[in-house]
T-cell receptor, first 114, second 117 residues
Framework: DQQVKQNSPSLSVQEGRISILNCDYT??????FLWYKKYPAEGPTFLIS?????DKNEDGRFTVFLNKSAKHLSLHIVPSQPGDSAVYFC?????????????FGPGTSLSVIP | NAGVTQTPKFQVLKTGQSMTLQCAQD?????MYWYRQDPGMGLRLIYY???????DKGEVPNGYNVSRLNKREFSLRLESAAPSQTSVYFC????????????????FGPGTRLTVL
């Protein structure tokens, strides 16, 4: 059973509008959450993260919100740009391991339409 | 700095053939990882290495072996390839986790697209 879920395989948004990508997790032991972005034929790159002691983290056009009681996080991109078109992976980490074990969700493919 | 490099970029194998995927990083990271990406499955950890000389199994290790040759290099070997191993393979590296409420970003290579016929 997937511990990190992204129930929307794809999302289309008009340029300039807000993109909201959602992620749910099942394991309450996760204490750090991340978003990675992936372009075709490239490896994923780290985008933004949030610790479980916070409920919001902002970096430029990207904001991640965490609702621990609902085991839900979301990534907001405002305003969306065509260059944001990519696959976005939600990931969760924790469980006090000695290495950065990360559980990835299946990804959401975002298309930003000019 | 090249970051994380992987060779080859593409490979086609026949069932039963063997091959080694190479990975190297120039960021002096202690931890290295091998993932596979399949449609609808995200990235799943095959093996990881917390430091030179140590390796451990991840979520889907069956059919694979790894070698942490030195601090820079971490290779993945398929001894007898099967069609179920058709996938895109990513190598990644990161600093050693310091514990507590911290996380060290993983840096990924560009991937190897493997097809097993």
């Amino acid at each position: 059973d997937q511990q990190v879920k992204q129930n929307s395989p794809s999302l289309s948004v008009q340029e300039g509008r807000i993109s909201i990508l959602n992620c749910d997790y099942t394991n309450s032991m996760f204490d750090y959450f991340l978003w990675y972005k992936k372009y075709p034929a490239e490896g994923p790159t780290f985008l933004i993260s949030i610790s479980s002691i916070k409920d919001k983290n902002e970096d430029g056009r990207f904001t991640v919100f965490l609702n621990k009681s609902a085991k839900h996080l979301s990534l907001h991109i405002v305003p969306s740009q065509p260059g944001d078109s990519a696959v976005y992976f939600c990931a969760a980490s924790g469980m006090k391991t000695s290495y950065d074990k990360v559980i990835f969700g299946p990804g959401t493919s975002l298309s930003v339409i000019p | 700095n090249a970051g994380v490099t992987q060779t080859p970029k593409f490979q086609v194998l026949k069932t039963g053939q063997s091959m080694t995927l190479q990975c190297a990083q120039d960021m002096n990271h202690n931890s290295m990882y091998w993932y596979r990406q399949d449609p609808g499955m995200g990235l799943r950890l095959i093996y990881y290495s917390a430091s030179e000389g140590t390796t451990d199994k991840g979520e889907v290790p069956n059919g694979y072996n790894v070698s942490r040759l030195n601090k820079r290099e971490f290779s993945l070997r398929l001894e007898s390839a099967a069609p179920s191993q058709t996938s895109v393979y990513f190598c990644a590296s990161s600093e050693e986790r310091r514990g507590g409420n911290t996380y060290n970003e993983q840096f990924f290579g560009p991937g190897t697209r493997l097809t097993v016929l």
